[in-house]
């Protein structure tokens, strides 16, 4: 599950740090393309990162989980798009963080 959050984090970040035309697009829709942009790019790549590293797997996966969270609020209430992909790795990022967490049998 690790891996194959981090290969999604890592290609929708670079994407976003690339400047590919849908994602500038999308991050001027939201109205904050200059920063926002590089800003989530770089937190989903270092998130992609921390989620193969066994000592910041759980922190690396609340933080991805708090960054669905906040795509899934944004595709709903800014963009009017459907959340269905942000709806699927919240809980799937929640779960490995869970299931990283000190006293868990399932490290």
């Given at each position: 599950?690790?891996?194959?959050?981090?290969?999604?984090?890592?290609?929708?970040?670079?994407?976003?740090?690339?400047?590919?035309?849908?994602?500038?697009?999308?991050?001027?829709?939201?109205?904050?393309?200059?920063?926002?942009?590089?800003?989530?790019?770089?937190?989903?790549?270092?998130?992609?990162?921390?989620?193969?590293?066994?000592?910041?797997?759980?922190?690396?996966?609340?933080?991805?989980?708090?960054?669905?969270?906040?795509?899934?609020?944004?595709?709903?209430?800014?963009?009017?798009?459907?959340?269905?992909?942000?709806?699927?790795?919240?809980?799937?990022?929640?779960?490995?963080a869970r299931v990283s967490s000190p006293g868990s049998?399932?490290?």
């Open positions: 599950m690790r891996i194959g959050l981090a290969v999604v984090f890592v290609a929708a970040g670079l994407a976003k740090l690339g400047s590919e035309p849908a994602m500038v697009e999308m991050f001027t829709d939201i109205g904050a393309s200059a920063w926002l942009r590089p800003l989530v790019g770089a937190c989903e790549v270092a998130g992609a990162v921390g989620l193969l590293v066994r000592r910041l797997t759980r922190a690396a996966a609340l933080g991805l989980t708090g960054l669905m969270i906040g795509a899934t609020v944004t595709n709903v209430a800014v963009l009017d798009t459907s959340p269905v992909l942000t709806l699927l790795l919240a809980p799937a990022a929640a779960g490995v049998r399932r490290r």
